[in-house]
């Protein structure tokens, strides 16, 4: 069983930066495979991007290539998402989860990021 916990959501205006934070219960954080995903209104949830567990390999979404970098701290069972020159397009509810084998099976209750021009 992982319990996941975000922080780090705001009110930024456009071309600034937000870091956030998904703290983990539990003893195997090191074993899964952590993503970030996002949902604006009236939109499905999307991939963000995602850490590896072993060799910590990164993945992301198109749009956040180049402006947001996920990495993990197995010794604090963290992993955070730093997002640059943020846009009003990146506005959204941010999750993290937890995957082990085919599925995320673990999910954050969110934190709200919203981006002014």
């Known amino acids: 069983q992982v319990q996941l916990v975000e922080s780090g959501g705001g009110l930024v205006q456009a071309g600034g930066s937000l870091r956030l934070s998904c703290a983990a219960s539990?003893?195997?954080?090191?074993?899964?495979?952590m993503g970030w995903f996002r949902q604006a209104p009236g939109k499905e949830r999307e991939f963000v991007a995602r850490?590896?567990?072993?060799?910590?390999?990164?993945y992301y979404v198109d749009s956040a290539k180049g402006r947001f970098t996920i990495t993990r701290d197995n010794a604090k069972n963290t992993v955070y998402l730093q997002m640059n020159s943020l846009k009003p397009e990146d506005t959204a509810v941010y999750y993290c989860?937890?995957?082990?084998?085919?599925?995320?099976?673990?999910w954050g209750q969110g934190t709200q990021v919203t981006v002014s021009t």
């Open positions: 989860a937890a995957q082990k084998g085919s599925e995320y099976g673990y």
């Open positions: 850490i590896t567990w072993r060799y910590e390999i990164t």
């Open positions: 539990g003893r195997t954080f090191s074993s899964y495979t």
